[in-house]
């Protein structure tokens, strides 16, 4: 998938489907989601995962940090891209894994926990150094850091996750100017 045609569903398509469990992927099967976050698995029944998404329709991003059985370091891009090509993307808090995927031209989120105002400073700086096409914030239920993150960094898209459980807080990210929330939430899937 161009960089493009990402930011362009994702304005579209504010809701992304995060899966915990293997089981999860029956769920999204008749939902008209394009883009799943794959916050487990491991390196056995990843491919298997990703083709039953792909072959839904649905780009999936694995969170390449919470992936079992391989090392959480730059050559996980590379494996990627030989894996899955540009049909797969990569969710990551890791600079080193997004600055690799970013040559690579994969998709790539960068997760950011913004936990008190030293990591905020420290996550801009990292952010503005490694462009990632898009940022997921943690916990999202923080529209105030979301305002400011998009004041600093207005080109790229802001993702909310992390204890979304209702529709007034997708609104809430939504009018702080993300572009989309990440939930587990099932019934937060079809809004």
């Known amino acids: 998938m161009r960089k493009s045609e990402f930011l362009e569903t994702l304005e579209v398509s504010p809701i992304i489907a995060a899966i915990k469990k293997e089981e999860d992927l029956n769920d999204l099967a008749d939902l008209d989601m394009p883009f799943v976050f794959v916050l487990s698995s491991d390196i056995v029944r990843l491919e298997a995962i990703v083709k039953k998404l792909q072959k839904q329709g649905k780009f999936p991003f694995v969170h390449t940090d919470m992936l079992t059985g391989m090392a959480s370091n730059p050559i996980l891009a590379e494996y990627f891209y030989k894996k899955f090509g540009n049909s797969c993307g990569i969710l990551t808090t890791k600079k080193a894994i997004v ?13 950011v926990f913004l936990i ?3 990591s905020i400073e420290a996550n801009i700086r990292s952010l503005k150094k490694n462009e990632p096409d898009a940022i997921e914030v943690m916990p999202g239920v923080i529209p105030k850091e979301i305002r400011s993150l998009k004041k600093e960094m207005p080109h790229i898209p802001i993702i909310a996750g992390g204890l979304i459980e209702t529709k007034q807080e997708i609104m809430e990210v939504l009018k702080a100017g993300g572009v989309a929330v990440s939930t587990t939430e099932k019934n937060l899937w079809t809004l």
């Open 99 to 111: 600055e690799a995927a970013v040559r690579k031209d994969i998709r790539v989120v960068q997760r």
């Open 116 to 118: 008190d105002s030293i």
